[in-house]
């Protein structure tokens, strides 16, 4: 899929309203604090495969952001993806998309993104141009992430937070977008079976959120 063909997606969904544009600040206070119960049965999440894998009714929802960066390479679109490093408290290890908690500071879930993404991978905002939101992803450790949607324009360096990213490498978009190249894997967790999206690639394992989240990608520029 080319980048015309995305972008006509985005637009025609903001023009018929089925997706939000970016918003403006006063949108903000909606994003923290809401709990957990009150957001189940409206967006996606780990709970969508797993009905009795969510976080403990009530519970706030952290409120999170990522960038879903699509690479405007000549050959075609690529998805710039992480692997986080193997000592962080959350999802360690694991392949994500750059960003993190919005905090009080950022205007809107796409500057949190971006924010995110400078400190994570030193990819520039300048490099970066906001097409729109995917569907809120809700997380069992009890996150309410934003997937915030931009092209990236080469050429652009990156400088890897050592702390936080292992290393930052790009899937084309056509192979996330072919179902053959899609899984639902499993794995018991605290004595349950717990089943999961991943999109193997290249010795990488894409999995969780981060699958559930690209799988949110497919079926909307699918049009499904």
């Not at 679109?77 to 694991?94: A, C, F, I, S």
């Not at 908690?101 to 141009?129: C, F, K, N, Q």
Request: hydrophobic share 40%; glycine share 8%.
């Amino acid at each position: 899929m080319d980048r015309a063909r995305v972008e006509a997606r985005f637009a025609a969904v903001h023009e018929h309203g089925l997706r939000r544009s970016p918003p403006g600040p006063d949108e903000m206070d909606l994003s923290f604090g809401r709990p957990a119960d009150a957001d189940m049965g409206d967006h996606r999440g780990d709970h969508q495969l797993n009905p009795d894998f969510m976080p403990e009714a009530g519970q706030p929802l952290v409120p999170a952001a990522v960038l879903v960066p699509l690479v405007d390479r000549p050959e075609g679109l690529t998805v710039l993806l992480t692997q986080r490093t193997d000592h962080l408290e959350h999802h360690p290890g694991q392949v994500s998309f750059p960003g993190g908690h919005i905090d009080r500071v950022d205007t809107s879930p796409e500057d949190a993104a971006l924010r995110e993404a400078e400190e994570e991978i030193g990819l520039m905002r300048e490099r970066v141009r906001i097409v729109g939101r995917l569907d809120d992803y809700l997380t069992r450790t009890g996150f309410r992430v934003v997937p915030v949607v931009g092209f990236v324009e080469p050429p652009f360096d990156l400088n890897l937070d050592p702390f936080e990213v292992a290393e930052a490498f790009e899937v084309p978009l056509d192979f996330l977008l072919d179902p053959r190249n899609h899984r639902r894997d499993s794995r018991i967790y605290q004595g349950k079976r717990r089943y999961f999206h991943a999109m193997p690639y290249d010795g990488f394992y894409i999995w969780g959120a981060t699958a559930g989240m690209l799988m949110n990608l497919y079926e909307f520029l699918r049009g499904a």
